[in-house]
């Protein structure tokens, strides 16, 4: 264990954390999580990914990162009506689905038939409300928020990975500088809420299915490919296996999706962590250390965002799902006969309508697929 491996692995779940744990705090509050509930989703996740990447990472000898959904997240942070034990239900299936993936392979390959721009269009419409609703933060709150637009924006143009987190440290200052009162904040124990689950078919068609979509579409596949861009034979079958079967155990415990890392596992990867890129996978477990710290302190970051002004919150969320929307909307424009199945999927998600009960996330998947079959019949006469 060399100090490059636990600066490497501090660095990359801070970053990870810091540019996503707001988003995280919306789709709890999107569900009706009380504080506790919410305390105990970002402690389970946090050590559910721990191990998972210490886990998968000795097993395997790959420097394997875990990473939560943050366009899961977002999934959640999009949907209405539900009581948060009906959510945890749909994490429960989506954790089943990832598992089921893993361990049979023509459910796999079910999956990857699914076209890669619809997919994409269904996470660009659940990421483009937030982004839009970002924008009008400034005009409520100008001195701080526009501030941190700068910062990320400078940031950005010498590290993408450190922009959101320098932005949520502007935000926090410039809180502070204004008036926000943090002096109630101290450290307390986080403790575990077990969560009975309510399975309802509209709410695992609405949020259940899509959740596992956008999870394998947004953090799985971009992950493994990281780790094939590193030299890397990842481990599918294994690390879906693993992934599934502790997102499927924390959800009792209230939390989403555990999947593969892609932006802070590139952190992880380089020879500057490690020379022998045959014991880089000792990076997981630094980094699973790291996650079992940042989840013991999960009430006092969750007091401190509640204590922020819900403009620097809402901007913060906007600012770190730039990337991912900007991410989406490329892989939904790229291939000419698709984009306007994906169009479809995309207004009709970002429209936020829902229908029996379901949301809005899975009629756009319909609609787009019904588009795109209609394509490819009338293209067969």
Not at 32 to 39: E, F, V
Not at 121 to 132: N, Q, T
Not at 244 to 252: D, E, K, N, P, R
Not at 287 to 314: D, I, K, R
Request: net charge positive; with cysteine.
């Amino acid at each position: 264990m060399r100090l490059s491996v636990i600066s490497a692995a501090t660095v990359a779940a801070l970053v990870g954390y810091a540019s996503s744990v707001a988003i995280l705090l919306a789709g709890a509050t999107a569900l009706g999580a009380t504080p506790a509930q919410t305390a105990s989703w970002l402690l389970v996740i946090s050590l559910g990914k721990a191990l998972g990447s210490a886990l998968l990472s000795w097993r395997t000898r790959v420097p394997v990162v875990l990473a939560w959904s943050t366009p899961g997240a977002a999934l959640i942070a999009a949907t209405s009506g539900l009581s948060f034990a009906e959510g945890v239900g749909a994490f429960v299936v989506a954790g089943l689905l990832i598992t089921a993936t893993g361990l049979i392979r023509p459910l796999g390959a079910l999956v990857a038939r699914i076209p890669d721009a619809i997919a994409a269009g269904m996470l660009a419409g659940v990421l483009l409300p937030f982004c839009l609703k970002g924008a009008a933060t400034a005009q409520a709150l100008p001195g701080v928020v526009l501030p941190m637009v700068a910062v990320f924006l400078i940031v950005r143009l010498w590290s993408p990975a450190f922009a959101v987190l320098a932005a949520f440290a502007t935000g926090v200052a410039l809180a502070l500088a204004t008036g926000s009162d943090l002096s109630n904040l101290q450290l307390s124990a986080p403790i575990l809420e077990p969560v009975l689950p309510d399975f309802r078919l509209s709410v695992i068609l609405g949020l259940g299915l899509p959740l596992y979509l956008v999870t394998m579409a947004s953090q799985n596949l971009p992950g493994f490919a990281t780790l094939r861009a590193a030299g890397y034979e990842p481990p599918v079958a294994s690390a879906l296996t693993t992934t599934g079967l502790i997102s499927t155990v924390t959800a009792f415990f209230g939390a989403h999706t555990v999947s593969m890392a892609a932006i802070t596992a590139a952190i992880c990867l380089g020879p500057d962590v490690h020379p022998d890129k045959e014991r880089r996978w000792v990076v997981g477990l630094a980094y699973a250390g790291v996650w079992v710290l940042l989840g013991l302190l999960s009430p006092t970051v969750l007091a401190l965002l509640a204590a922020l002004p819900t403009a620097v919150v809402a901007a913060l969320v906007a600012l770190a799902l730039l990337s991912p929307l900007m991410g989406a909307l490329t892989s939904a424009f790229a291939t000419p006969d698709q984009r306007f199945p994906a169009t479809m999927t995309l207004v009709t998600t970002a429209s936020g309508a829902a229908a029996f009960g379901i949301g809005a996330a899975f009629w756009g998947l319909a609609v787009g697929l019904a588009v795109w079959a209609l394509q490819h019949l009338r293209q067969a006469k």
